[in-house]
């Protein structure tokens, strides 16, 4: 059962380097998400899907871009990393079917912008 | 002020007593309740969900009062394992809100 996987699991970047985060789920769901957490922030939500091909801001866009073309895979983008981006990003995902489901989380990824 | 507020702890409980855990949460419209557990340098998993009536799994009992806004986790013979850092969560449309997290542990 891989349920939601991340990749890569460890990155170091400079700065002004960009890179793609991939989360893949296998438990067709409909919602996937993009959080990043820092210590004593919690989890913020970065961006979100409600379905292939759309995808929505959430708390902390800026800096970020998304892409959904296929229902298993959402991607995060860096464009242009900066230092405030060092964090520990997750990917999560849930059914759509009732209000404020669940979501299963991947095991992060912990990327450095040095 | 945060939607969703907890105490972070740490809360250091010997093997076997019980605990208790709190969270308070703005907007009364929110529509569900979580408790998640996360080991350190791991990812959130879902513990629990939290209903009005109170609900039970095993040694973990969670309770919602939709009245005056909290949400609680009840620890019962805390083993070890139980050592983690236990987020509260609240749902509302398509999004999931954490609160940053309450650090339990459990000592011999």
């Known amino acids: 059962n891989a349920g939601v996987t991340q990749t890569p699991k460890f990155r170091v970047l400079k700065t002004g380097q960009s890179m793609t985060l991939l989360c893949a789920q296998d438990?067709?769901?409909?919602?996937m998400y993009w959080y990043r957490q820092d210590p004593g922030m919690g989890l913020r939500l970065i961006h979100y899907s409600v379905g292939e091909g759309t995808t929505a801001k959430g708390e902390v866009p800026d800096g970020y871009n998304v892409s959904r073309l296929k229902k298993q895979n959402f991607l995060l983008g860096l464009e242009s990393a900066a230092p405030s981006q060092t964090s520990v990003y997750f990917c999560a995902s849930s059914y759509s079917e009732g209000p404020g489901q669940p979501q299963h989380f991947g095991d992060g990824t912990r990327l450095s912008i040095l | 002020r945060k939607e969703v507020e907890q105490d972070p702890g740490p809360f250091n409980v010997p093997e076997g007593a019980t605990v208790a855990f709190n969270c308070t949460y703005s907007?009364?419209?929110?529509?569900?309740f979580f408790w998640y557990r996360q080991d350190c340098r791991k990812e959130p998993k879902l513990l629990m969900s939290v209903y009005s009536s109170g609900n039970e799994d095993g040694r973990f009992t969670a309770q919602l009062n939709r009245a005056s806004q909290y949400i609680s986790l009840l620890i019962r013979d805390s083993k070890l394992s139980d050592s983690a850092t236990y987020l509260c969560v609240k749902g509302g449309g398509n999004k999931l809100t954490f609160g940053t997290g309450t650090q339990l542990k459990v000592e011999l």
């Open positions: 438990m067709n769901h409909e919602y």
């Open positions: 907007n009364s419209a929110s529509q569900s």
